[in-house]
């Protein structure tokens, strides 16, 4: 036997077709087909309904079954693949690549690190455009696509921190955000027609605003109000009978 026959028989090329959850543990085994049952032509393999499934740390991964898929070139059966090596006990999968999760994460950006579901959700790292400080930094999304149609999603919700721009960006799937910078906080809603603007020069109100209740203004409840400030209170709403609930404004000096 050559070296590349031995080779052939310790590593095998291994689609898999199923999967299974099992054991006090709930360790998953995969089952599937080695390359004598088409995945490598003229190589030599067998088909193992139930392999132990080895992966990095911390990762819980249970491939999807085989599925048609649409390419430019036809429609293509798309599976979880690995190398397995065979052991006493069968064979063993090591490394494995899942060609749907490429299709759902097309355009990695040279140095980008992420981990992708089927359902086209991600969670990436890609390095920032410019340094931020001495070496480039790392912007980190989160992105949950849904509302499909025709397998694309009508909406999504995505949130960014950009180590680069300084800011936290939150944005639902409609179009509601908040958005964290070094200058302050903005809340806005979908169309930006209303929308709450804190920094440290203040607070800002744009757009219609409802008070159902009591408001309290100018008074810190963390510090005991000056009797010496001006003070006035406003009760709207009827006078009578006495301490009949009303709508009240509590106005002071700084």
Known sequence: MDLGSFASWIVSFFRVTGSTVSGPHFAVSVGGEGAADGAEEGSTGEADPSCEAFGAPGIVFRPRLPEEVDTPDGTETLSAESYAVRTGDGMVPLAWRDLRFNRAFPAPKPGSVSFVGYGGGFFSQDDTETNCGDQKATLQTLYVPYAF??????????????????????IQGDGNSVLVTKDGVVIRSANGANRIEISDAGINLVGIVNVVGTMT??????????????????????????????????????
């Open 149 to 170: 149609s025709g397998g694309v999603p009508a909406k999504a919700h995505c949130i960014i921190v950009d180590p680069e721009n300084e800011d936290i960006k939150i």
């Open 217 to 254: 203004v100018g008074i810190d409840p963390l510090v005991p109000p000056d009797p010496s400030k001006f003070a006035f209170a406003l009760a709207v709403g009827p006078g009578t009978p006495p301490m009949q609930p009303c709508l009240c404004l509590k106005v002071s000096t700084p």
